[in-house]
């Protein structure tokens, strides 16, 4: 439980957390990147309203999120959201317990447009503003109608991070591996590109690799010590192996398959091996590429080994502002001063 003291006029503290004693309804702003979203959470775990409006088509044909435009549509929608939040939940501001925005890591301009906005509204309905690191809230998205308690194993796979992290508590987490280049995301991104494939290309090469052989074409896997990833030379081995069919009919699905079997392999051996010296027997996967089958089928298996094994639903596994309300009710490691600052990188 926190005990903030923001608010401009009420004097006396609010108590925020499963402690608390009382039912907490946080909105909460999401914009770190190309989705505008607005959530009102009750107690970390029931989502009363959740609206998201993507930016996809608008970066579509750039082939990336272009980072000035994503800042413009996110200035653009952030009123509306807000609106339809309250709506869809039936609430008024004055039924808000307090008012929660991703701080970073994430696109500055993007992050400014949702941070002040959630600013304003604690600031103006005199209630506690809480800063959330949007890696975090991805974690808790696990927390979203479920009974999950840690500790627990969690690998978080995002477009710009890969970790491993040992979740002791609810705010007291470690993180022992990580990528040392590319994240997974990003390495969805740049094998999709180089195979020809539009933007997002992830989801894409996911549904092309279960047309193909995984087995096709043995691509190197990095020996990396302890937990930490490496998957540039993994790109890079695939980078080669396209340009070997110059000039032949390129087999998508095959090499997608391939890749998607090296990536979720090396993913399944750390999480395994972080769970088997750990002695925990939970295990949660959370981000963007939460979503993807093979990685999800791998790391569902560990239930066959006795394992209990969770992942937020799909709406939740993307960027999406429920999951930073819910970081906002059970972390207490968050940014409570309303001078807190954006920032770019973890």
Same mark, same amino acid.
């Given at each position: 439980?926190?005990?903030?003291?923001?608010?401009?006029?009420?004097?006396?503290?609010?108590?925020?957390?499963?402690?608390?004693?009382?039912?907490?309804?946080?909105?909460?702003?999401?914009?770190?990147?190309?989705?505008?979203?607005?959530?009102?959470?009750?107690?970390?775990?029931?989502?009363?309203?959740?609206?998201?409006?993507?930016?996809?088509?608008?970066?579509?044909?750039?082939?990336?999120?272009?980072?000035?435009?994503?800042?413009?549509?996110?200035?653009?929608?952030?009123?509306?959201?807000?609106?339809?939040? %309250?709506?869809?939940?039936?609430?008024?501001?004055?039924?808000?317990?307090?008012?929660?925005?991703?701080?970073?890591?994430?696109?500055?301009?993007?992050?400014?447009?949702?941070?002040?906005?959630?600013?304003?509204?604690?600031?103006?309905?005199?209630?506690?503003?809480?800063?959330?690191?949007?890696?975090?809230?991805?974690?808790?998205?696990?927390?979203?109608?479920?009974?999950?308690?840690?500790?627990?194993?969690?690998?978080?796979?995002?477009?710009?991070?890969?970790?491993?992290?040992?979740?002791?508590?609810?705010?007291?987490?470690?993180?022992?591996?990580?990528?040392?280049?590319?994240?997974?995301?990003?390495?969805?991104?740049?094998?999709?590109?180089?195979?020809?494939?539009?933007?997002?290309?992830?989801?894409?090469?996911?549904?092309?690799?279960?047309?193909?052989?995984?087995?096709?074409?043995?691509?190197?896997?990095?020996?990396?010590?302890?937990?930490?990833?490496?998957?540039?030379?993994?790109?890079?081995?695939?980078?080669?192996?396209?340009?070997?069919?110059?000039?032949?009919?390129?087999?998508?699905?095959?090499?997608?398959?391939? %890749?998607?079997?090296?990536?979720?392999?090396?993913?399944?051996?750390?999480?395994?091996?972080?769970?088997?010296?750990?002695?925990?027997?939970?295990?949660?996967?959370?981000?963007?590429?939460?979503?993807?089958?093979?990685?999800?089928?791998?790391?569902?298996?560990?239930?066959?080994?006795?394992?209990?094994?969770?992942?937020?639903?799909?709406?939740?596994?993307?960027?999406?502002?429920?999951?930073?309300?819910?970081?906002?009710?059970?972390?207490?490691?968050?940014?409570?001063?309303?001078?807190?600052?954006?920032?770019?990188?973890?």
């Amino acid at each position: 439980m926190k005990m903030i003291k923001n608010t401009l006029f009420t004097k006396t503290p609010v108590s925020i957390g499963p402690q608390s004693g009382y039912d907490n309804y946080i909105m909460a702003i999401e914009s770190s990147c190309d989705e505008t979203a607005c959530s009102i959470v009750k107690n970390g775990r029931e989502v009363i309203s959740n609206v998201v409006a993507s930016q996809i088509k608008t970066h579509e044909k750039y082939g990336g999120v272009i980072p000035e435009i994503a800042a413009r549509e996110h200035l653009e929608s952030i009123n509306v959201v807000i609106d339809q939040a %309250f709506k869809q939940a039936g609430m008024t501001p004055e039924q808000i317990t307090a008012f929660a925005g991703t701080v970073g890591p994430g696109l500055v301009g993007c992050l400014l447009v949702g941070l002040n906005a959630a600013k304003t509204l604690a600031l103006v309905h005199d209630k506690p503003f809480i800063g959330v690191n949007h890696l975090n809230a991805h974690l808790c998205a696990n927390y979203i109608d479920t009974d999950l308690k840690p500790p627990y194993i969690a690998l978080l796979v995002s477009g710009g991070h890969t970790q491993i992290i040992d979740v002791k508590s609810y705010s007291e987490q470690e993180i022992i591996g990580e990528t040392i280049d590319d994240a997974v995301g990003e390495a969805y991104d740049k094998v999709a590109r180089l195979i020809g494939l539009p933007y997002p290309g992830g989801p894409i090469l996911d549904k092309l690799a279960k047309e193909g052989n995984p087995h096709a074409f043995k691509l190197p896997e990095a020996k990396v010590e302890g937990y930490n990833f490496s998957f540039s030379g993994l790109k890079t081995a695939v980078l080669r192996l396209v340009k070997s069919f110059e000039g032949k009919e390129l087999p998508v699905n095959d090499i997608c398959a391939s %890749f998607q079997e090296c990536v979720s392999s090396t993913l399944f051996k750390k999480v395994k091996k972080a769970l088997e010296q750990s002695g925990y027997k939970q295990v949660v996967i959370a981000g963007g590429v939460a979503a993807n089958s093979e990685i999800r089928r791998k790391i569902f298996s560990l239930e066959n080994e006795g394992y209990s094994v969770n992942a937020p639903a799909m709406k939740y596994c993307t960027d999406n502002a429920a999951m930073v309300a819910s970081c906002a009710y059970f972390n207490t490691n968050t940014f409570d001063d309303v001078d807190v600052e954006v920032f770019s990188r973890a």
